[in-house]
T-cell receptor
């Protein structure tokens, strides 16, 4: 079956611009996670959704970052006033529920110039 | 200090070798433990969960020592296809996973 998909696969933007990154989880998975991975590092937790609600957003680095999942399926990570330090791979993962195995998407490579 | 620490490597080993990776974690409240594999420019994929009693999956053996807060992964009879970065992961509660920076393995002919 289809895995987690993310779009775009690559995004180049200029400092100060707004970007949206999309995640389409595995069908039926209620848990959805966003991570950020910088070069040479492991994924860093950003936010977790259970259904439509953000159950844990403690990993969001600041208020420029926001994520939504309005219908409990597709999620969008939104970054305002991008900075060069936001450049990273943004990974999305989904799972059958809280505590279940997380399956990762291929990621979106964001480059802020 | 990072919550999950790994030797970054790289480990360069010949085919057929046995190689071991170590990982330590700082939060004693950690509940679940995993090894993920990540190929270059690809997403992480679950390799195996790690249980207190130790567990084996083919050529891969994982061990957990809760008292020492230490996790290990042993790969026997290394294959070229084992070349990847191995990520140590701990989960404190049911949703918060913390990843190590990864250990890079290259298996050479």
């Amino acid at each position: 079956g289809a895995g987690v998909s993310q779009t775009p696969s690559n995004k180049v933007t200029e400092k100060g611009k707004y970007v949206e990154l999309r995640c389409d989880p595995i069908s039926g998975h209620t848990a959805l996670y966003w991570y950020r991975q910088s070069l040479g590092q492991g994924p860093e937790f950003l936010i977790y959704f259970q259904g439509t609600g953000a159950a844990d957003d403690s990993g969001l680095p600041n208020d420029r970052f926001f994520a939504v999942r309005p219908e409990g399926s597709v999620s969008t990570l939104k970054i305002q006033r991008t900075e060069r330090g936001d450049s990273a791979v943004y990974l999305c993962a989904s799972g059958r529920g809280q505590g279940e195995t997380q399956y990762f998407g291929p990621g979106t490579r964001l480059l802020v110039l | 200090r990072k919550e999950v620490e790994q030797d970054p490597g790289p480990f360069n080993v010949p085919e057929g070798a046995t190689v071991a990776f170590n990982c330590t974690y700082s939060n004693s409240a950690s509940q679940s433990f995993f090894w993920y594999r990540q190929d270059c420019r690809k997403e992480p994929k679950l390799l195996m969960s790690v249980y207190s009693s130790g567990n084996e999956d083919g050529r891969f053996t994982a061990q957990l020592n809760r008292a020492s807060q230490y996790i290990s992964l042993l790969i026997r009879d290394s294959k070229l296809s084992d070349s990847a970065t191995y990520l140590c992961v701990v989960r404190r509660n049911n949703n918060d996973m913390r990843f190590g920076a990864g250990t890079r393995l290259t298996v050479k002919p």
